[in-house]
């Protein structure tokens, strides 16, 4: 099984957060309901063991911390005004450039993209963002290519997507590209969500 983790901080966007831990969570083998079925085990991962409050107010408590969780496969960043304070947490960070090195994909939503910034992964790399935040990115890391109208944008390695619900497109991508274009349209189903599988 796929162990994915997410990574959770006060002042998280919800969405960015939830829909992809929901996708993953919702994948399974095309025409299966079974939750024995499942294709990925997905994690929460806070940088301590204490309740995160998203922005809006939703409060969530981590499964792991940034010092002891499984090993993951996909390690996935998302955004919010929290993403911008924790881009200078060296301990998150460090975290970064280590699963860099162990995970098959590092993912960003939106803003999280920062932390991908700040751990020097994006230099000569094409990445996006939220619309809102796209000549910011730009003016702070000038060495990153910052594509503004795509969904989502695959670079192997490092995915980055566009902004709040975007993260939803991108980890079903993942999925079609895990297991196939079958699999993401029925896990698409599955959430009654409207998946183009196109990259937009």
Known sequence: MTTVGVFAFDDVEALDLCGPFEVFATA?????????????????????????????????????????????????????????RERHNQRVI???????EKTQILASVCTGVVFLAEAGLLPNRRATTHWRW?????AEYPGVTFISGKRYID????????GVSAGMDM??????????????????????????????
């Open 28 to 84: 399974r083998p095309a025409g299966e309901h079974d939750d024995n079925a499942r294709l990925f085990d997905v994690l929460v991962i806070g940088d301590e063991q204490r309740t995160v409050k998203c922005r809006g107010g939703l409060l969530l408590t981590p499964n792991s911390t940034i010092d002891n969780h499984e090993p993951l496969d996909i390690l996935v960043l998302p955004g919010g005004p929290g993403a911008r």
């Open 94 to 100: 460090s975290w970064i450039r280590a699963q860099n």
């Open 134 to 138: 796209m000549d910011w990115m730009r």
């Open 155 to 162: 670079q192997g390695h490092i995915v980055t997507s566009a």
């Open 171 to 200: 980890s079903l991508h993942l999925i079609d590209r895990l297991h196939g274009a079958a699999v993401a349209s029925w896990t698409a189903r599955r959430m009654e969500y409207s998946w183009s599988g196109v990259p937009l």
